[in-house]
């Protein structure tokens, strides 16, 4: 299931010290991936086992507050992780789960466990076949739904790239969410990705997104909008 560990992060929960554990593979093919090899040829790194994290954790109860999954899709391994993040709990730490959203069923699941989501909201609904995840879409659709309902527990989170984002696109996408508590932008990377194809593709500039930024926020009425470095 563990493909990967970084095993101290200031950043990734908020206000918090955290671990965190990548899950290899994943269900959909974003061509501005940048992590290719754990979605699609993950075998390559060295299986990290449970016991392992949770003895680290166990050894570091005061030091680390929370363990953040991330992925590839961390959902594609719900029997498993289910019973690894009940340990954690049990252990005291707080959970973060990264998701693209593509099992409503898997987010129930582990709606009970998990303290803080990240959901990726990639396009405007209508418009997953860009990332191939079409078949997924009616649960990408109630996860959303779903998440708008505890909105202080979820972070969303967009990665802004120029050929499937422009200014309008992004105002529709704040629409649909305009209930939720933050919504983090990352600008497009073109350094590492998973379709060749999307190297080519120079990213916004950091102050034109700033401006449309400040154009959905004023529209929603809030600070929904946070720029995330890239
Ligand atoms: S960006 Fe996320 S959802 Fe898209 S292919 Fe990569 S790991 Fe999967």
Redesign the pocket.
């Known amino acids: 299931m563990f493909r990967g560990w970084q095993k101290v992060s200031y950043i990734e929960y908020p206000g918090n010290i955290a671990t965190v554990l990548f899950t290899g593979g ?5 061509p ?5 090899e ?2 699609e040829n993950y075998s390559i790194f060295p299986e990290i086992r449970a016991e392992e994290v949770l003895q680290y954790l166990e050894e570091r109860k005061g030091l680390i507050d929370a363990v953040c999954i991330t ?3 961390p959902l594609l391994w719900k029997e498993e992780l289910l019973p690894f993040l009940i340990k954690i709990k049990e252990q005291g730490f707080k959970v973060k789960v990264d998701t ?1 959203g593509s099992s409503y069923s898997s987010f129930l699941s582990f709606e009970e466990i998990v303290d803080l989501w990240g959901i ?1 909201y ?1 396009v405007p609904l209508s418009s997953y076949h860009l ?1 191939q ?1 079409e078949k997924e879409i009616q649960s990408v659709r109630e996860v959303l739904r779903e998440a708008l309902k505890f909105p202080e527990k979820v972070e969303f989170r967009t ?1 802004i790239f120029p050929p499937f984002h422009q200014k309008e696109t992004l105002r529709g996408m704040a629409e649909e969410i305009k209930s939720a508590h933050t919504w983090y932008w990352q600008n497009f990377n073109p350094f590492k990705t ?1 379709d060749k194809e999307a190297q080519k593709v120079t990213p916004y500039s950091f102050s034109l997104l700033q401006k449309w930024q400040d154009e959905v926020n004023r529209e929603v009425g809030k600070d929904l909008v946070v720029i995330r470095p890239s």
């Not at 501005?32 to 290719?36: M, Q, T």
Request: hydrophobic fraction near 25%; charged fraction near 20%; glycine fraction near 14%.
């Open positions: 994943c269900n959909f093919r974003c501005y991936c940048h992590n290719p754990l979605v992925g590839g899709e693209n990726d990639k990332v995840g990665t998973l």
